[in-house]
């Protein structure tokens, strides 16, 4: 294993559109912010520190876990923009950190990001709805760890963080969630709000301040103190189980309401995806939205679920970048974006 | 070690920032701190909780009427933050930040955490084995509560059984309750 194999790899494992709940379900992220005890946290260490840190969780995972170390001054900025692509690291690790490292699994399901701005993220990933299975692998990376080092914990508030919206479980559950349905009836403005209401954070994940590119919304937890980690991802869970009925809904109604107009879209969609030599991060999201809309309502037969999940990592410009083998302007990648995706479109219609 | 702003004060702020990606190590005096601590401590543009914390506190009227209020301000005396650094920065340096501004930041954790101010999640293995037994009994007493008001007795008869054992538990073992 390799960086050229983190990089080269096109799709990790929650990419693949296999999970539970993947009609409406992404992918599902869990993440545990920890610090060592009688360290000053990351965001102000020396970078002798720094280097310590990473040499201390290195040794601690490395007997019992199969993770790559990956140091951030080792790579390039495509090469970190990449990882970022694949939700493997943060912008801010990639940016900001001093001395950052990652330490990742053969299938990008795990990633342990030291010295991002606390010590330790332990980040997981998976396919579709798994906020428990998920969680549980968290918690044994995590015992792991313990094992090893000492972490700073106080009794009363928990596992203590450089941010204080991160203090007590340091736990951020997050689910990202494909709406298309409740976009196209126009519900998520008054959604939002609600679910907001219930301590639970929604934003569009692609895209900038409120909107949503490709309708993919990810919903995760702003509270990390009182509850412990289970209720977190019960309620998290609860709340994503009423938006995938009323997605459910929305999608019927639209297929009772307007079949054709509905069917029409889909296609055009697919057009323009099967047929465009130019296109942009926007429209290209848009039709990939419709796309899968029209695989889940069995409209269009002949390509795989996972064309979502999978083009819209990699028609982002670090990726397109990396696969063209260096830099382009920006109208060069909307051509190879445009190609990628025809590419890509084709090979399933072969199969 | 002198601040190397003012060349005057003594410095109790130490640390690296990257400039065009040359480490460069800082040493200021608290005062000098203060006066850069706006760009110093803003680690990422994208963040936007600094308002966020600034604007839980604007009201308080120590901050804005007050002046003199922060030349007394205590600083942690592991890692040398300010309660004004860290409302900058929004992050502490250090775990004993927390200790360190308490009083202070009780309120800012319930408005964080929806009026909650303590942990009821996973213990570190080792912490030891009484804190664990101590956390489930004040989990226990809670859900017994629950079910005494919602008249479930049976159930609560279950618990009550339950929260004897781990009492009986937690004295053998001679930790306090
Ligand atoms: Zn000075
Ligand atoms: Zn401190």
């Given at each position: 294993?390799?960086?050229e194999?983190?990089?080269?790899?096109?799709?990790?494992?929650w990419?693949?559109?296999?999970?539970?709940?993947s009609?409406?379900?992404?992918?599902?992220?869990?993440?545990?912010?920890?610090?060592?005890?009688?360290?000053?946290?990351?965001?102000?260490?020396?970078?002798?520190?720094?280097?310590?840190?990473?040499?201390?969780?290195?040794?601690?995972?490395s007997?019992?876990?199969?993770?790559?170390?990956?140091?951030?001054e080792?790579?390039?900025?495509?090469?970190?923009?990449v990882?970022?692509e694949?939700?493997?690291?943060s912008?801010?690790?990639?940016?900001?950190?001093?001395?950052?490292?990652?330490?990742?699994?053969?299938?990008?399901?795990?990633?342990?990001?030291?010295?991002?701005?606390?010590?330790?993220?332990?980040?997981?990933?998976?396919?579709?709805?798994?906020?428990?299975?998920?969680?549980?692998?968290?918690?044994q990376?995590?015992?792991?760890?313990?094992e090893?080092?000492?972490?700073?914990?106080?009794?009363?508030?928990?596992?203590l963080?450089?941010?204080?919206?991160n203090?007590?479980?340091?736990?951020?559950?997050?689910?990202?969630?494909?709406?298309?349905?409740?976009?196209?009836?126009?519900?998520?403005?008054?959604?939002?709000?609600?679910?907001?209401?219930?301590?639970?954070?929604?934003?569009?994940i692609?895209?900038?301040?409120?909107?949503?590119?490709g309708?993919?919304?990810?919903?995760?937890?702003?509270?990390?103190?009182g509850?412990?980690?289970?209720?977190?991802?019960?309620?998290l869970?609860?709340?994503?189980?009423?938006?995938?009925?009323?997605?459910?809904?929305?999608?019927?109604?639209?297929?009772?309401?307007?079949?054709?107009?509905?069917?029409?879209r889909?296609?055009?969609?697919f057009?323009?995806?099967?047929?465009?030599?130019?296109?942009?991060t926007?429209?290209?999201?848009?039709?990939?939205?419709?796309?899968?809309?029209?695989?889940d309502?069995?409209?269009?037969?002949?390509?795989?679920?996972?064309?979502?999940?999978e083009?819209?990592v990699?028609?982002?410009?670090?990726?397109?970048?990396?696969y063209?083998?260096?830099?382009?302007?920006?109208?060069?990648?909307?051509?190879?974006?445009a190609?990628?995706?025809?590419?890509?479109l084709?090979?399933?219609?072969?199969? | 070690?002198?601040?190397?702003?003012?060349?005057?004060?003594?410095?109790?702020?130490?640390?690296?920032?990257?400039?065009?990606?040359?480490?460069?190590e800082?040493y200021?005096?608290?005062?000098?701190?203060?006066?850069?601590?706006?760009?110093?401590?803003s680690?990422h543009p994208a963040?936007?909780?600094?308002?966020?914390?600034?604007?839980?506190?604007?009201?308080?009227?120590?901050?804005?009427?007050?002046p003199?209020?922060?030349?007394?301000?205590?600083?942690?005396?592991n890692?040398?933050?300010?309660?004004k650094?860290?409302?900058?920065?929004?992050?502490?340096?250090?775990?004993?930040?927390y200790?360190?501004f308490?009083?202070?930041?009780?309120?800012?954790?319930?408005?964080?955490?929806?009026?909650?101010?303590?942990?009821?999640?996973?213990?570190?293995?080792?912490?030891?084995?009484?804190?664990?037994?101590?956390?489930?009994l004040?989990?226990?007493?809670?859900?017994?509560?629950e079910?005494v008001?919602?008249?479930?007795?049976?159930?609560?008869?279950?618990?009550?059984?339950q929260?004897?054992?781990?009492?009986?538990?937690l004295?053998?073992?001679g930790?306090?309750?």
């Amino acid at each position: 294993m390799s960086l050229e194999r983190f990089i080269n790899q096109q799709t990790s494992a929650w990419m693949s559109g296999t999970g539970p709940d993947s009609d409406v379900v992404l992918s599902t992220r869990i993440r545990l912010a920890r610090n060592l005890e009688n360290v000053l946290f990351s965001t102000i260490l020396s970078l002798e520190k720094a280097k310590d840190v990473v040499t201390q969780v290195h040794e601690a995972v490395s007997d019992q876990l199969a993770l790559e170390l990956l140091k951030m001054e080792d790579l390039s900025p495509l090469q970190k923009r990449v990882l970022v692509e694949k939700h493997l690291i943060s912008p801010f690790l990639s940016e900001t950190s001093l001395y950052g490292a990652a330490l990742i699994s053969d299938k990008e399901d795990v990633s342990v990001m030291v010295n991002e701005e606390d010590h330790l993220r332990i980040q997981c990933l998976a396919s579709g709805l798994q906020l428990k299975e998920t969680l549980d692998k968290a918690n044994q990376i995590d015992d792991v760890i313990e094992e090893k080092v000492q972490y700073a914990f106080d009794e009363k508030i928990g596992y203590l963080t450089a941010c204080p919206t991160n203090v007590g479980t340091g736990l951020r559950a997050s689910v990202m969630i494909h709406l298309p349905g409740l976009v196209l009836t126009r519900q998520m403005n008054r959604i939002i709000p609600a679910i907001n209401q219930l301590g639970l954070v929604v934003r569009g994940i692609y895209g900038e301040g409120s909107e949503a590119l490709g309708n993919i919304f990810q919903i995760s937890n702003q509270l990390t103190l009182g509850k412990s980690e289970e209720d977190i991802i019960n309620d998290l869970d609860s709340v994503v189980h009423e938006l995938m009925a009323r997605e459910q809904s929305a999608r019927d109604a639209l297929k009772q309401t307007s079949p054709i107009q509905l069917e029409d879209r889909i296609f055009r969609s697919f057009g323009t995806l099967s047929n465009s030599r130019v296109i942009e991060t926007s429209e290209a999201f848009q039709c990939l939205s419709d796309v899968r809309l029209g695989i889940d309502l069995g409209y269009i037969t002949h390509i795989s679920k996972s064309i979502l999940n999978e083009l819209m990592v990699l028609t982002q410009p670090g990726f397109l970048q990396q696969y063209a083998g260096g830099p382009l302007r920006a109208e060069d990648r909307d051509i190879r974006r445009a190609a990628l995706i025809r590419e890509r479109l084709e090979l399933d219609e072969t199969n | 070690m002198i601040c190397q702003e003012c060349h005057e004060r003594p410095a109790v702020l130490h640390f690296t920032k990257t400039v065009n990606g040359k480490m460069t190590e800082v040493y200021l005096c608290e005062h000098c701190a203060n006066e850069k601590g706006e760009h110093l401590f803003s680690g990422h543009p994208a963040f936007s909780l600094n308002n966020l914390l600034g604007g839980l506190f604007n009201p308080d009227p120590q901050f804005s009427a007050n002046p003199s209020f922060h030349e007394q301000e205590v600083h942690c005396e592991n890692c040398h933050m300010t309660f004004k650094q860290f409302l900058q920065s929004s992050k502490f340096g250090c775990a004993h930040c927390y200790e360190t501004f308490e009083s202070k930041l009780t309120p800012l954790l319930k408005r964080l955490h929806g009026g909650n101010t303590i942990h009821h999640g996973k213990i570190p293995a080792r912490m030891g084995g009484q804190l664990h037994l101590q956390k489930e009994l004040q989990q226990l007493r809670e859900k017994l509560q629950e079910m005494v008001t919602s008249e479930q007795f049976e159930q609560a008869a279950n618990i009550r059984d339950q929260i004897r054992a781990l009492e009986k538990k937690l004295l053998n073992e001679g930790g306090v309750q």
